[in-house]
């Protein structure tokens, strides 16, 4: 039976790419979060949820839809949400069409509260990025798009995030 994709052991420099994917993921997102509690005292996923929120049509998504964009789960998307409810940064309406479907909408104050960690955001990805020349995050774009895209199909039982 001929190796395929799906059925092989990675080789070296897979296992290389991945890990120093997995580390520089890491360091990044440790560095924005720090940036982001100690100047805006907000965590790099409430900072996520309110960018979501903010490009939405309307700027509200269901649930679902913004668990989906931000990358947590179900749950983790609703404690979060019902942390930034608590601080005025967000609230959840009924959808109209449905009666149990449930929509988070950012707050004027969630608003002014993701401009300012924009700031915080945006300088700290130029200031992490910076070593990378202009053709290699060329590069890193193409092959992360292609990743995420999904060049190989997620295995049975697995759903796809966007």
């Known amino acids: 039976m001929a190796e395929t994709a799906l059925h092989r052991l990675p080789t070296r420099t897979e296992l290389l790419a991945y890990r120093s994917f997995l580390r520089a993921h890491a360091r990044v997102t440790r560095c924005l979060e720090s940036d982001l509690i100690a100047e805006q005292r907000l965590t790099l996923a409430a900072y996520d949820v ?3 929120l903010a490009e939405a049509p309307g700027q509200r998504l269901r649930m679902t839809e913004l668990a989906d964009v931000v990358l947590l789960s179900r749950s983790g998307v609703t404690r979060l949400v019902d942390r930034l409810e608590r601080l005025g940064l967000v609230r959840r309406v009924r959808v109209d069409s449905d009666g149990r479907g449930v929509q988070a909408v950012i707050t004027e104050r969630g608003e002014s509260r993701r401009r300012m960690a924009a700031a915080t955001h945006r300088n700290g990805i130029a ?15 193409r092959t992360c798009e292609r ?3 999904g060049g190989v199909p997620s295995p049975p039982g697995h759903r796809a995030q966007a």
């Open 127 to 141: 200031r992490y990025f910076v070593a990378a020349a202009n053709g290699e995050l060329e590069a890193l774009i």
């Open 147 to 149: 990743l995420a895209d």
């Open 50 to 52: 309110l960018e979501a």
